[in-house]
């Protein structure tokens, strides 16, 4: 665990003020962090930035593994290039998800940063490429029957995700299976979430190819069908009829 004091320093500053910031903005965030009651930044995770590990990397910010007081946090770091001038209005979009129960919890959040709970596991798409044995469907069935309904809760109250289209990089599964980074949400725009989920599960190149080794895909037509039906009115029982083409209304 790196202590803040050592923060302002290479090769640590260049991940508190990515890509590059000045002496002064690392003092002034490093700060910021005191008031937040960060202790320390630990440079792991399986994504690389500067030849430092990171949890994570977006336009907006760079998530590490932090500590705020005993407890692991995922703190997330505004960067210095970022159209965004401050950090509060995302937070402000994931208490909105975390009140219908989706969304790793908020803990706090500042102009530059947002804490998080740290959550253990691995992205959809590395967890479904090590799903192997018997039972492997069932589970990968649960799994997504769990997102889906995560997004009709985030339909029904008019928030979208906005990213949802690249579910590989948007869900966690471990303990709990959680949408993660929420930098593009809005409660301003028409929702697709289930939509956007379900077309990149089952249609879109990447994790689909995956997923139809292990689950029987949908029909193809009847999938676009109903997603259709489901976008023009996204009632329960037009979403019923979606997981019915799935084969998960009995998950």
Request: aromatic share 6%; proline share 2%; with cysteine.
């Amino acid at each position: 665990m790196v202590p803040l004091s050592k923060l302002v320093d290479e090769p640590y500053s260049t991940i508190l003020g990515y890509p590059k910031a000045t002496k002064h903005e690392l003092t002034k965030r490093v700060s910021e962090l005191k008031k937040l009651g960060i202790k320390g930044v630990s440079f792991s995770g399986e994504s690389m930035l500067n030849s430092l590990h990171v949890l994570g990397k977006g336009y907006v910010g760079v998530v590490v593994l932090s500590k705020q007081g005993t407890k692991e946090v995922a703190l997330k770091i505004r960067r210095i290039d970022s159209s965004r001038s401050e950090m509060n209005s995302e937070a402000r979009l994931l208490r909105l998800a975390n009140e219908i129960g989706v969304g790793p919890k908020l803990v706090a959040s500042s102009k530059n940063f947002i804490i998080m709970e740290y959550l253990e596991g691995k992205k959809i798409i590395d967890w479904v490429k090590e799903l192997k044995g018997k039972g492997s469907a069932a589970k990968l069935k649960s799994v997504i029957r769990k997102i889906l309904e995560d997004c009709y809760t985030m339909d029904k109250i008019r928030l979208d995700h906005g990213e949802l289209s690249y579910i590989h990089k948007h869900v966690i599964v471990g303990k709990s299976i959680c949408i993660i980074d929420f930098e593009s949400a809005s409660v301003n725009r028409r929702t697709s979430n289930v939509t956007s989920a379900t077309q990149s599960i089952f249609i879109g190149s990447g994790i689909a190819k995956i997923i139809k080794r292990i689950i029987k895909a949908p029909q193809r037509r009847k999938l676009i069908a109903s997603l259709r039906k489901y976008k023009n009115d996204q009632s329960r029982k037009n979403f019923e009829n979606v997981l019915g083409v799935l084969g998960l209304e009995k998950v």
